[in-house]
T-cell receptor, first 117, second 114 residues
Framework: EADIYQTPRYLVIGTGKKITLECSQT?????MYWYQQDPGMELHLIHY???????EKGDLSSESTVSRIRTEHFPLTLESARPSHTSQYLC????????????????FGEGSRLTVL | KNQVEQSPQSLIILEGKNCTLQ??????????LRWYKQDTGRGPVSLTI?????NTKSNGRYTATLDADTKQSSLHITASQLSDSASYIC?????????????FGRGTQLTVWP
């Protein structure tokens, strides 16, 4: 079992509300990610971080923001939620590899399913 | 454009039967390929990883193959169980480092019936 936790698992909110999806890992991994997943579609990277105070935007444009103040914590915030933000959000982490080491395995949380009415 | 294509999109089999899922990719350069299993409502979990020099790797009833020349991989499930019902996702990395980018397939949704 991976030691990465997401809360809330399910969230239903109205348009215009501010929400924060929490993600924490206890594996000491430096790299963390947020993916968005819709039914039948591939995972899309929306944010990632190499470590504390490092955040980068992913391939999929997103109105959300992230922060990385502590190694173990990588929350995602939507300032004003809209119905188009309805989706499954998956947090993941991996250990930074070096040299010839194979790219690290992703450890995923259980996901946060967001519904915006 | 780097892509990962999986087939079939969905598959229904009876418990105890074998099945094979396919993954074709155009990612270049190639570093490694992972198969993940995602149960409904859960996060994906890694099953196997294949590097360029590996042809076959097994994890219990799961056997992955890789043909780096044709850029194809398969995941064979033997003696399927009801718990194998899940989405199986193929993920390809373009280099073996932290900077490696990951390319995800859309997954094959497997349903095992009793």
């Amino acid at each position: 079992e991976a030691d990465i936790y997401q809360t809330p698992r399910y969230l239903v909110i109205g348009t215009g509300k501010k929400i924060t999806l929490e993600c924490s890992q206890t594996m000491g991994h430096d790299k963390m990610y947020w993916y968005q997943q819709d039914p039948g579609m591939e995972l899309h990277l929306i944010h990632y971080s190499y470590g504390v105070n490092s955040t980068e935007k992913g391939d999929l444009s997103s109105e959300s923001t992230v922060s990385r103040i502590r190694t173990e914590h990588f929350p995602l915030t939507l300032e004003s939620a809209r119905p188009s933000h309805t989706s499954q959000y998956l947090c993941a982490s991996s250990r930074i590899s070096s040299g010839t080491e194979v790219t690290g395995e992703l450890f995923f949380g259980e996901g946060s399913r967001l519904t915006v009415l | 454009k780097n892509q990962v294509e999986q087939s079939p999109q969905s598959l229904i089999i009876l418990e105890g039967k074998n099945c094979t899922l396919q993954c074709n990719y155009t990612v270049s350069p190639f570093s490694n390929l992972r198969w993940y299993k995602q149960d409904t409502g859960r996060g994906p979990v890694s099953l196997t990883i294949m590097t360029f020099s590996e042809n076959t790797k097994s994890n219990g009833r799961y056997t992955a193959t890789l043909d780096a020349d044709t850029k194809q991989s398969s995941l064979h499930i033997t003696a399927s169980q009801l718990s194998d019902s899940a989405s199986y996702i193929c993920v390809v990395s373009d280099r073996g480092s932290t900077l490696g980018r990951l390319y995800f397939g859309r997954g094959t949704q497997l349903t095992v019936w009793p």
